[in-house]
């Protein structure tokens, strides 16, 4: 993601101006090459799931609070549609800085309605997973998408 998403003009001033961007390898021992294998000509491209089973973009408030989070690689597109939704997300979480009373409701009604509307498999089970549990960065756990390679597979 690092040479396509956030090389891409749009996601990186968007994520410059929003957020705080962070990035923790799941398998730090597991080694994707980026760009060009050497010898070869040709450019590697996953298409948008791959790699779910090292790699999540998770969108967070700053109190920790998970909002959304997507496993595996996301294109340009698909990173910003992930990362509207989270931001339409927080602010009906939060007033202000203040997180509301009912932010997990909302949050777990919110991945359920999305789940039952996107055609995108990954996606999909993507949302069933956060519509359960309320989660936090501190507490993500680090299994919380495994086996999705299965899904879209």
Request: glycine share 6%; aromatic share 8%; charged share 30%.
């Amino acid at each position: 993601m690092r040479t396509v998403t956030f090389s891409d003009g749009d996601v990186a001033r968007v994520v410059g101006d929003t957020c705080v961007s962070a990035w923790r390898n799941k398998r730090p021992d597991m080694k994707i090459p980026d760009g060009l294998y050497k010898g070869l000509s040709w450019s590697i491209r996953f298409s948008n799931g791959a790699a779910a089973h090292n790699l999540a973009s998770i969108f967070a408030d700053p109190d920790g609070t998970v909002i959304h989070a997507v496993p595996g690689v996301l294109d340009p597109a698909a990173f910003k549609e992930s990362l509207e939704f989270a931001r339409a997300l927080r602010a009906r979480m939060y007033e202000g800085a203040v997180r509301r009373k009912d932010a997990d409701q909302i949050c777990a009604e919110a991945h359920r309605v999305a789940a039952d509307k996107t055609e995108d498999r990954v996606l999909r089970e993507a949302h069933k997973r956060l519509a359960g549990k309320a989660l936090n960065v501190k507490a993500l756990p680090a299994t919380l998408f495994d086996g999705m390679q299965k899904v879209y597979s």
